[in-house]
């Protein structure tokens, strides 16, 4: 197998291809040089070889020997002074004056090296117009920001950079969610081959290279058929590695994007990166077919500002389609959710009430309700005994509470019967023995994708050797898409996430509120709850944190109502967690299976733990808690989380039901063998005719029925039980509570 010099030892074939070290490719482009230093003396430690052609000077002169013996004192001192910062880029580009000739030095640290390259100075030259750099910079800002849609904002990306930088061509790329490449704008030189609305293949851009574009917004190549000039020695002295070149402006260019430069007939070529997030969006792809093209670094850093800014546009133009777009699927969800809850028994079944809303929350032409075994329709879906054999499939292979493709006969192939209306599927499910589903359905589109080039083929036959190759024909590819339908956007699928946690909720309340009558069916729900429900909803919980800490400073207008929405997820989050352990702990305590596991605790340890967690909810009511613990040297047998979970219980209701300003007194004491605990408030107190009722399952005081799940005093009084003592209540209207518990002593004084 043939091997590349630039590599030694690696050949370019398809199993290396994606590990090719681009970052260290051991040489760089030969139209400016580099130089490793040593600080502090700034002493030579690499050099590229081509220094002898650019500055008339050796490298074995400058290798081990003080910068300063090359650069005249001014330069010197610019360079000295860049790096007295923590990012001395921010300093780039400075004169640098070697002889008689003028550099801009360029100069950055990287994993333990200074790097210094030097580009020779190239004059500035007026647009066609006249005007300098800084009014076409002006102009071009200007007009981007005055872009009303994405397209617009592409179109005029791309031809703002053409115009500043002379390129023949300007393309601009959007990747999909596969990595694959649609040219979306492209301003071009009249006569030039239209790449407009092509799509190139994800491998057209290995992971490595998509790395480096997030690291670096800029990359130029002047000109393709440049000799790569080595870098002296090869190896770090002070490591023995290969000086990673991740962050240079002359880093040589990998001989397989060579290639690929040579079939698309490029001479010259940069790309600047447009970043949304933390992902690459897609490239502002600039080339010359005729002549090689070198640009200053001025105005390169020109062209990085307009994709930086553009990338910020195309950032808010996206979050404000997804937020209007939330906006109109909230509509729809709140309609349906009102339409569960105005069924007593069946929650799903009020959704076929609501067609509209239904298919419009998924931007669906069909949809389908399943449960236990009956199914309702509305708008174009597959046939009953179909929908039954899907829900069959799902049920066996997905094991998600939900699930979307645009792709369904590819899946499953039976679908290939009724593609003309469920080609593509979103599908939530309702925890059980045997789940219930609602199911969205999207007809085939079937669609003509132009390739340039067939996506099929990235490697070629060489002897008797597969070789990876760019692909040598950039001929239009016509592939005819089948099967297939428009796919769910982000902002549907996570429509259909919040309808599946509400319609989980209802039923859950369903389920509860018939327990008494159907204890095994309370007992399977319950176990399905714990399996199938816990990761997702931790999840949900997760990626509405990350939501939260990615929003702005500055949260006004759009942003203040995602705030508000997140905010409101993750609440329901959290109760839905609670109502989970909840309904885990009450079957366990009714069904005789609950276990504790008790070991040796110290009272005040146990004491300080639950109110490190609690103080600061107190403190945001200006509630006082004083705490006193007459024998800390006692030891209590108990099972520490439990325990734990009862004083949360009893000190958060105290601090929920005490005024502002009141406070709240908490006593451990040693009574006979037992160890008492007290949790005294200032509240409202309890009435005579509720207090009996206290700790009874469900049981909630009228004014606070939306408060709670009503269990978590029978659980408490559950868990105080299991260990051996006893909890009970004192209170009188207008003076505050009193909740006590006994626990039995471990040692003895």
């Excluded at 559950?718 to 909890?727: C, F, S, T, V």
Aim: charged residues 25%.
């Amino acid at each position: 197998m043939k091997t590349d010099t630039s590599l030694p030892g690696q050949a370019v074939d398809l199993t290396n291809c994606a590990k090719e070290p681009i970052h260290i490719p051991g040489a760089i482009q030969p139209h400016g040089v580099l130089f490793a230093l040593h600080e502090p003396a700034l002493t030579v430690a690499q050099v590229s070889a081509n220094v002898a052609d650019v500055l008339g000077i050796e490298p074995e002169l400058l290798l081990g020997r003080p910068l300063e013996n090359l650069l005249d004192a001014t330069s010197l001192g610019l360079l000295t002074e860049a790096l007295r910062s923590d990012r001395p880029q921010e300093n780039n580009p400075f004169p640098v004056t070697v002889g008689s000739r003028a550099f801009d030095g360029i100069v950055h640290r990287h994993q333990g090296a200074t790097l210094l390259e030097l580009e020779p100075v190239r004059p500035m030259t007026e647009g066609k117009d006249g005007w300098s750099l800084q009014r076409l910079l002006q102009r071009a800002l200007a007009r981007l920001q005055a872009a009303e849609n994405l397209r617009e904002l592409c179109d005029t990306a791309a031809a703002e950079v053409r115009r500043l930088t002379g390129f023949e061509r300007v393309t601009i790329y959007r990747f999909d969610e596969e990595d694959n490449g649609e040219v979306l704008s492209e301003d071009k030189l009249e006569g030039l081959d239209a790449y407009l609305g092509l799509h190139y293949p994800a491998s057209d851009i290995p992971q490595q290279a998509r790395r480096l574009y997030l690291l670096n917004w800029l990359r130029i190549i002047p000109d393709r058929e440049y000799r790569p000039a080595p870098i002296l020695p090869s190896l770090r002295p002070d490591n023995q590695q290969p000086l990673d070149l991740s962050f240079s402006v002359l880093r040589s260019v990998s001989p397989i994007h060579i290639e690929y430069m040579r079939n698309l007939g490029l001479r010259a070529s940069m790309s600047i990166s447009l970043v949304h997030g933390e992902r690459l969006w897609g490239l502002i792809s600039c080339g010359n077919h005729s002549s090689p093209r070198f640009l200053p670094y001025e105005l390169r850093a020109a062209c990085e500002l307009i994709g930086r800014i553009t990338s910020q546009l195309i950032g808010a133009m996206v979050e404000l389609e997804k937020v209007e777009l939330r906006k109109k699927l909230r509509g729809h969800q709140e309609r349906l959710v009102e339409a569960m809850r105005a069924e007593e028994e069946e929650a799903l079944a009020g959704l076929v009430k609501q067609p509209a809303e239904l298919l419009g929350l998924a931007g669906a032409s069909g949809a389908a309700v399943f449960r236990e075994g009956r199914c309702w329709t509305v708008g174009r879906v597959p046939p009953e005994s179909a929908i039954e054999g899907l829900v069959e499939w799902l049920r066996e292979t997905v094991k998600e509470g939900l699930f979307h493709t645009r792709a369904l006969p590819g899946l499953y192939p039976p679908a290939e019967a009724f593609k003309e209306v469920a080609s593509g599927l979103l599908a939530i499910s309702l925890p059980k023995p045997a789940p219930d589903y609602v199911l969205w359905f999207r007809p085939e589109v079937i669609q003509t994708v132009n390739w340039g080039g067939d996506p099929t083929k990235p490697v070629e036959r060489e002897g008797q050797e597969l070789r990876l190759h760019p692909r040598r024909s950039f001929e239009l590819w016509k592939e005819v898409v089948r099967s297939t339908s428009p796919p769910w956007t982000p902002a549907e699928v996570e429509a259909a996430a919040d309808l599946r946690r509400y319609a989980i909720e209802m039923d859950l309340g369903h389920q509860v509120l018939r327990e008494q009558k159907a204890v095994q069916a309370r007992d399977d729900l319950v176990a399905v709850v714990s399996h199938d429900l816990k990761n997702p909803l931790g999840v949900i919980h997760l990626q509405v944190g990350s939501i939260l800490r990615a929003l702005p400073l500055d949260r006004e207008g759009p942003w203040r109502r995602l705030q508000n929405s997140a905010e409101r997820i993750q609440h329901a989050t959290e109760r839905m967690n609670t109502l989970i352990r909840d309904l885990l702990d009450l079957a366990k305590i009714e069904a005789g299976r609950f276990v504790i596991e008790p070991a040796p605790e110290e009272l005040e340890s146990l004491l300080e733990e639950c109110l490190e967690i609690l103080r600061p909810l107190a403190e945001q009511k200006r509630l006082s808690i004083s705490q006193r613990v007459s024998h800390p040297e006692v030891l209590i047998r108990v099972d520490r989380d439990r325990i734990f979970q009862v004083l949360s219980n009893l000190i958060g209701n105290a601090i929920k039901f005490t005024p502002e300003g009141g406070s709240i007194q908490l006593t451990i004491d040693l009574v006979g063998k037992a160890v008492r605990f007290a949790v005294k408030d200032t509240g409202p107190g309890i009435s005579a005719e509720q207090l009996p009722h206290l700790f009874n399952r469900y049981w909630q005081a009228k004014k606070r029925a939306r408060e709670g799940t009503g269990l978590g005093l029978y659980i408490a009084k559950g868990i105080i039980e299991a260990h051996g003592g006893q909890l009970w209540a004192e209170s009188q209207v207008g003076s505050g509570s009193i909740f006590f518990f006994t626990l039995p002593v471990a040692t003895w004084p």
